[in-house]
């Protein structure tokens, strides 16, 4: 059996919106092809590990204040990070971990968290804690060139600019600003977002991209996973598509 | 009474009158109304008697019925109570229950209000009304999307007891809870109460859940034990935080009985969850402050009965049927927890819906436990997000062919009840009326066919 490594980190901080469900669903659609998912966790203190060992590197969503607590813990982090995201480790961030790997974070408060400048985008959230972009999302990404609709529920402050390959489209809700046309940030080997929902939850194709990006990495041979019962999956796409894409 | 006030008074009570004429209940419009025209309108009601107010994110409607119900037993049947049963519990809510009991000067007339209330609208509406008691029972996550982060929530809450000195009944279990008794230092009411660690109580966490650091000086708080969730026995190693001296402690709670001690006296409540225990430690405490019999309090925690979907019983069709309102993460994890807890196999119906009440975000069924099933023999799932809440079971590792979807109510419970056997329901909050109708319907539908 294969076993693909997972680093999540600081999930008992960057867990605001069920984003742990994430893992949740990659251990599962895993296991479905007899691929073992081993999770590992960083939290604030921890020795900075050698993250280039890991295949996957997790990162959720949370609060401003948790953002503040561990920004420093993560800075520590920055090369060990840096080097992994050079060696192809897949990256998957949502929310404040999306955020956190730009440039800066500067929050409702005005404070400024520095990022681990791994990419040029930058955020900054308005003040006014009210301003906020708040609903359910759907953006077209391209996975493996191939158009694939993502659905998902954004609550963000946060507004990100400067973001020079978005993930997707925005076929409704708001994206990166209010009101943009894109959402997130992608590469092959990055996925950064604002969907949560939790976001794999609905979106089985991408989580089976990433499943399928990791094993050809590991094996140097082309993986593609295959298909499993998503009738549930299925369903409730096409439910929501109907509702929202009206 | 100013001519501003005096005006509101007399143009909200209209508006109660025409809608009444015109045969409609007047419900939340007429406060949602005077509530746009006049920002300070709950100003206008001239209210007398002692307002006690109870918020928390879990079992407010349970303790504010318990409160209500025990105000008005034993020899005080003649008092009279203005509450918010159903749970209207907004700013615009109150207004309106005000307004229909309200005379044309705007006077309440009352022996007590007991009013829920939900925990974002505590300092709008006490602002301007004089609350004499307000019961605190916990903060979790909860409607994120419409509530926004817990902390801002507590630090509306915590601002306004900054200048508050009335009674303040607090869970001292909650570190979210127990630190809004040190808000102003100078009130001298605070009454804490903590339940002993019972029997399903763990070292570890078992649920996700809020407050792992200090609000005072950011450290880790560490746990003696988690009796659900982050309410525990807790504190913070840098500062005094977690010390506080509860004055009603439950102690030896006896799930199986069901049975626990306060003050020396035995009581036996008619439910056997442990956060149905923390209501009933609010109940008490609260009661305290008003000289409650203790013959009451035994006669009402043994029999009196809240319903309305908070740990309701239906016999359908042959099948024992347990109903429970789940808004957020804790209060399914705390079904789940009765659930697991009940010998032999059992079917789960789970209602979920995304209206605004809701909340439109229902990412947090991820934080619900699912992984702890034991002798789920099938699920039904209904309601606008029926996928959703599907799915998540799913990916927990649940069997998908045992789970059936079904959105519309009525075709849920037909395949809920076509099965006998003992059975559990979850619903959230605008999910759970709709269900406890579906269930009546389905019930009143095969005992005709009976007949």
């Given at each position: 059996m294969q076993t693909i490594k997972l680093m999540h980190m600081y999930p008992n901080m960057l867990d605001l919106y069920g984003d742990s469900g994430n893992v949740e669903i990659i251990k599962y659609r895993c296991k479905m092809r007899d691929i073992d998912l081993e999770v590992s966790s960083h939290v604030i203190g921890d020795d900075t590990a050698d993250f280039s060992r890991y295949d996957i590197i997790y990162l959720g969503g949370g609060a401003d204040l948790e953002q503040q607590i561990l920004a420093e813990d993560l800075l520590k982090c920055k090369d060990a990070i840096s080097d992994a995201y050079k060696k192809g480790t897949f990256f998957l961030m949502i929310c404040g971990g999306y955020q956190l790997m730009g440039q800066y974070y500067k929050d409702s408060n005005g404070e400024k968290i520095p990022g681990l400048g791994l990419f040029d985008y930058y955020t900054a959230a308005s003040t006014?804690?009210?301003?906020r972009c708040i609903g359910n999302i759907v953006i077209k990404a391209t996975l493996d060139g191939e158009e694939y609709n993502v659905i998902g529920f954004e609550n963000h402050g946060g507004q990100t600019q400067n973001v020079t390959s978005p993930f997707g489209t925005v076929l409704a809700g708001n994206g990166n600003c209010f009101s943009s046309k894109t959402e997130g940030y992608m590469e092959p080997s990055v996925v950064a977002t604002y969907l949560h929902g939790p976001l794999l939850s609905k979106n089985p194709k991408l989580c089976d991209y990433i499943i399928n990006y990791v094993m050809t990495r590991k094996t140097g041979e082309k993986y593609t996973a295959q298909p499993i019962n998503d009738k549930l999956e299925e369903e409730c796409r096409q439910q929501l598509f109907e509702r929202l894409l009206k | 009474m100013g001519l501003k006030n005096g005006l509101t008074i007399f143009f909200g009570k209209m508006m109660v009158k025409v809608l009444r004429l015109i045969g409609?209940?007047?419900?939340n419009a007429p406060g949602l109304v005077l509530w746009t025209l006049n920002k300070d309108c709950l100003k206008a009601f001239k209210v007398e008697c002692p307002i006690i107010a109870v918020t928390g994110t879990n079992g407010k409607t349970s303790v504010t019925n318990y409160l209500n119900h025990i105000f008005t037993s034993g020899d005080k049947k003649d008092l009279k109570i203005i509450t918010n049963k159903q749970g209207n519990n907004l700013d615009t809510g109150i207004c309106s229950l005000l307004l229909g009991e309200c005379d044309f000067h705007g006077r309440v007339k009352a022996d007590y209000l007991v009013l829920e209330t939900d925990e974002s609208h505590v300092p709008v509406i006490y602002s301007k009304l004089k609350l004499e008691t307000l019961v605190v029972l916990n903060f979790f996550r909860d409607q994120l999307d419409r509530n926004g982060e817990v902390e801002t929530l507590i630090l509306k809450v915590k601002k306004f007891l900054e200048t508050y000195e009335g009674n303040l009944v607090l869970n001292a279990d909650d570190p979210n809870v127990a630190r809004l008794g040190l808000a102003n230092p100078n009130n001298k009411n605070v009454h804490y109460f903590s339940v002993e660690r019972y029997s399903g109580a763990t070292d570890q966490p078992y649920e996700v859940g809020e407050g792992k650091y200090c609000p005072f000086c950011n450290s880790k708080l560490e746990y003696e034990y988690y009796q659900y969730s982050h309410i525990g026995k807790f504190r913070c190693p840098n500062c005094d935080f977690g010390s506080a001296r509860p004055e009603v402690v439950i102690k030896?709670?006896?799930?199986?009985?069901p049975s626990f001690v306060i003050d020396g006296e035995k009581y036996k409540p008619s439910h056997n969850s442990i956060y149905y225990i923390y209501n009933l430690g609010a109940v008490y405490t609260a009661s305290k402050l008003y000289n409650i019999s203790k013959d009451v309090l035994h006669d009402t925690f043994e029999h009196f009965e809240v319903n309305n979907g908070r740990l309701e019983v239906f016999e359908v069709a042959g099948s024992k049927l347990l109903v429970n309102l789940a808004k957020n993460p804790v209060g399914a994890n705390m079904t789940l927890r009765v659930m697991n807890e009940h010998p032999g196999e059992k079917e789960l119906l789970f209602v979920l819906n995304d209206n605004l009440a809701d909340g439109h975000d229902v990412s947090w069924i991820w934080d619900i436990n699912f992984s702890v099933f034991k002798d789920v023999t099938r699920v039904v799932t209904s309601g606008s997000r029926a996928y959703d809440i599907a799915i998540r079971i799913k990916c927990s590792g649940y069997d998908p062919d045992k789970i059936v979807v079904k959105p519309d109510l009525d075709r849920a419970m037909e395949s809920f009840f076509s099965t006998v056997g003992d059975k559990f329901a979850i619903a959230n909050y605008t999910a759970i009326q709709p269900t406890r109708a579906a269930i009546r319907r389905y019930k009143e539908g095969t005992e005709d066919a009976n007949d």
């Open positions: 006014d804690k009210g301003k | 409609k209940d007047a419900g030896d709670v006896d799930l199986q009985a």
